[in-house]
Nanobody
Framework: QMQLVESGGGLVQTGGSLRLSCAAS????????MGWFRQAPGKEREFVAA????????FYDNSVKSRFTISRDNAKNTVYLQMNSLKPEDTAVYYC???????????????????WGRGAQVTVSS
């Protein structure tokens, strides 16, 4: 089992920034691609960003491209999501997730993500 714990959520005004962190334990972190998803009230969980196990590539939903940056520190078993220019529509619970490096499904497809954190609330006020 891999345990994932998100932190860094909170309340911020429109245009502000937050950085989410997700600390992993229990499995070999470098063997997993990492992703961030979010779920707003009354909506389905949606893909936000992902990063390869070796950091060679990153992927973003169009709604966050150029505003959010995903990164990872394999020495610290941690993945980050830097969120800038936040908008009220970014309000959601943000989840980090992990899937094996051998997965061949799209990074935006949540079906292969084996482990999930419990989520961090991000609220952007207008």
């Amino acid at each position: 089992q891999m345990q994932l714990v998100e932190s860094g959520g909170g309340l911020v005004q429109t245009g502000g920034s937050l950085r989410l962190s997700c600390a992993a334990s229990g499995r070999t972190f470098i063997a997993y691609h990492m992703g961030w998803f979010r779920q707003a009230p009354g909506k389905e969980r949606e893909f936000v960003a992902a990063i390869r196990y070796d950091s060679r590539d990153t992927f973003y939903d169009n709604s966050v491209k150029s505003r959010f940056t995903i990164s990872r520190d394999n020495a610290k078993n941690t993945v980050y999501l830097q969120m800038n220019s936040l908008k009220p529509e970014d309000t959601a619970v943000y989840y980090c997730a992990a899937k094996l490096y051998s997965s061949t499904t799209s990074f935006a497809d949540n079906q292969d993500y084996m482990y999930w954190g419990r989520g961090a609330q991000v609220t952007v006020s207008s």
